[in-house]
């Protein structure tokens, strides 16, 4: 796998809410491919994020992909507002709705792509059926809620798994990236990686990703 084809989504989570915009477009000309949107409502993690009317203005101010991944009860009652508001790809969690097949197909006939994602304790079997209709897999290699956790190494071996059952589609890792945790991920097949307080706790966020595209063991 070559570095082209690794892409970096830097987590908003991480961010500085307070200078959103500034942020946004510092990443971007960092060299972000796609910019990671953490949707929290406080029942599903134990947190709370921002919805469809701060995505929209976020669109309205961004050119590079906006890849939302929805930590929430009852996702199948807000995926049209997030497409409305901008997202290019809305990732759901396979535990969070009674039918992932049905919305998955929802999703892509609203226009967006969709992706189905597995938190640490959540075996690779449980979205196999999915595999060839889902346009990437998110594996959170820390429990999700909060940024700056630790990577679970103990992921490493799913991600290799996951990476065979789904061939070539984009596999996506979120949680404890830094520039020695993304050789482990991409030697194990991940070609999508999200990096919150790595990238802007970094003096240079171009450096920070640069690192990350092109970690590699030696």
Avoid: W
């Amino acid at each position: 796998m070559s570095a082209n084809t690794i892409k970096i989504s830097p987590s908003l989570l991480s961010c500085d809410f307070s200078r959103l915009g500034e942020e946004i477009q510092a990443i971007t000309d960092a060299g972000a491919d796609m910019i990671h949107c953490d949707i929290m409502d406080g029942h599903f993690v134990p947190n709370i994020t921002f919805g469809p009317p701060v995505l929209a203005s976020l669109r309205a101010h961004c050119r590079l992909p906006l890849d939302v991944h929805l930590m929430i009860e009852e996702p199948e009652n807000y995926v049209q507002a997030f497409v409305e508001a901008g997202a290019d790809i809305l990732t759901i969690q396979v535990e969070s709705t009674r039918h992932p097949h049905r919305l998955i197909r929802r999703i892509q006939d609203l226009g967006c792509k969709a992706g189905i994602v597995l938190n640490p304790g959540i075996p690779e079997d449980s979205i196999k059926y999915l595999a060839d209709m889902v346009d990437m897999v998110l594996v959170m290699s820390v429990n999700p809620g909060f940024g700056g956790q630790s990577f679970i190494r103990e992921m490493l071996p799913k991600i290799s798994r996951i990476r065979d059952m789904i061939g070539d589609c984009d596999l996506q890792v979120d949680g404890g990236i830094d520039e020695h945790v993304a050789a482990d991920v991409i030697a194990a097949g991940a070609n999508v990686l999200v990096a919150g307080s790595y990238i802007f706790n970094h003096h240079s966020y171009a450096k920070a990703i640069r690192l990350l595209k092109t970690a590699r063991h030696t």
